[in-house]
């Protein structure tokens, strides 16, 4: 079955820092990828939208200068967290969906990044 | 504002018997329900769907039910095994947009041998 990467798995760092995980499509190219973050005992909560070689359509509430989205390839998509703060620690998961059809393209999930800032 | 909504956040069961989950959304303009299934430290994976055109699914021991009426749905594992405990994902998506999934907050299912 299709097959997405995410790394890291776990990035534990100080206040300040900029983290970047990244989200690859192992078997299959993507045409928009995902970014999700979840809260404990919370829902998927979606982010933002990429599609290759455009810009990111970010979610009511999230700021696109703090989430940086790069959708270079038709395999990888990039989420960077600026100068990540307590409140950035999250889990952030990504999906990969391969066509426009959502029927004949589902979503297939990374297996998340723990953020925990410091 | 949560549109889709899992109102149990666990749920037991004996092996052998059915699993009943549920979900609930409010946007009448979602047409497409997915369930998906999601071990720890694992992103989700997408387990069965339903269009709204209609209302069962069924891909072996797993069933989906749609009630556009009540804007409910349901998943039904039968027989139920231990290998199945995890926590299951109720989405949405809607006709319009980039079909975007709207989650609910996941029921945490627990078979026991």
């Known amino acids: 079955g299709a097959v997405v990467s995410q790394h890291p798995s776990r990035v534990i760092c100080k206040s300040g820092t900029s983290v970047k995980i990244e989200c690859r499509s192992l078997?299959?190219?993507?045409?928009?990828m995902f970014w999700y973050r979840q809260f404990p005992k919370k829902s998927l909560m979606l982010m933002a939208t990429?599609?290759?070689?455009?810009?990111?359509?970010?979610e009511q509430g999230v700021e696109k200068d703090k989430f940086l989205i790069n959708h270079a390839s038709l395999t990888l998509s990039t989420l960077t967290v600026t100068s990540a703060h307590p409140e950035d620690s999250s889990f952030y998961i990504c999906?990969?969906?391969?066509?426009?059809?959502?029927?004949?393209?589902?979503?297939?999930f990374g297996d998340g990044t723990r953020l925990s800032i410091l | 504002d949560q549109q889709v909504k899992q109102n149990s956040p666990s749920l037991s069961v004996q092996e052998g018997r059915i699993s009943i989950l549920n979900c609930d959304y409010t946007?009448?303009?979602?047409?497409?329900f997915l369930w998906y299934k999601k071990y720890p430290a694992e992103g989700p994976t997408f387990l069965i769907s339903?269009?709204?055109?209609?209302d069962k699914n069924e891909d072996g021991r797993f069933t989906v039910f749609l009630n556009k009426s009540a804007k409910h749905l349901s998943l039904h594992i039968v027989p139920s095994q231990p290998g199945d405990s995890a926590v299951y994902f109720c989405?949405?998506?809607?006709?319009?947009?980039?079909?975007?999934?709207?989650f609910g907050t996941g029921t945490r299912l627990t078979v026991i041998p």
């Open positions: 078997d299959f190219q993507a045409t928009t």
């Open positions: 999906s990969a969906r391969s066509t426009i059809n959502r029927e004949g393209g589902r979503q297939h």
């Open positions: 339903i269009s709204s055109i209609k």
């Open positions: 989405a949405a998506s809607g006709s319009t947009g980039a079909n975007n999934l709207f």
């Open positions: 946007n009448s303009m979602f047409d497409y």
């Open positions: 990429s599609n290759e070689g455009s810009k990111a359509t970010y």
